[in-house]
């Protein structure tokens, strides 16, 4: 049960919500690292990475995988708007060999080609991080 000095946080694909829950402590991928947030932090808005979204509630940890995108953390709401969320227990095999896949298939000639095959390999890091424990 989410007590009064929780966050609520809120996960949005294009697609759907992904997850919406009462949290003790969050921690998202920043572009530039991890940011952790606890109730009472101050607002702000930040870029999100490639990389994993975990939250705690009442002991236990969740994991998400997370694929860019923006977050803003204001009232003890942390709303995450990202292309793509995957829960840890969603990260299929045949998912992750997609991901591998998809990093073989990238050119890397120009420099945007090169980092855009540097974000498929994070992508297959961070799923492998994942489903590896």
Request: aromatic fraction near 4%; charge should be negative; proline fraction near 4%.
């Amino acid at each position: 049960m989410a007590g009064e000095r929780s966050v609520q946080l809120v996960v949005i694909t294009p697609d759907r919500e992904v997850l919406n829950t009462a949290a003790d402590s969050v921690v998202i991928p920043s572009h530039d690292g991890e940011l952790g947030v606890l109730h009472e932090r101050a607002p702000l808005m930040c870029e999100l990475g490639i990389g994993q979204l975990r939250y705690t509630l009442a002991g236990q940890t969740a994991a998400y995988f997370i694929d860019g995108g923006f977050a803003q953390v204001l009232h003890d709401q942390v709303t995450v708007l990202t292309n793509r969320a995957l829960a840890a227990s969603e990260l299929t095999p045949a998912i992750v060999a997609a991901a591998e896949q998809a990093v073989g298939t990238h050119p890397s000639g120009t420099l945007e080609e090169r980092e855009g095959r540097e974000r498929a390999q994070a992508r297959v890091r961070v799923m492998k991080r994942l489903t590896s424990g």
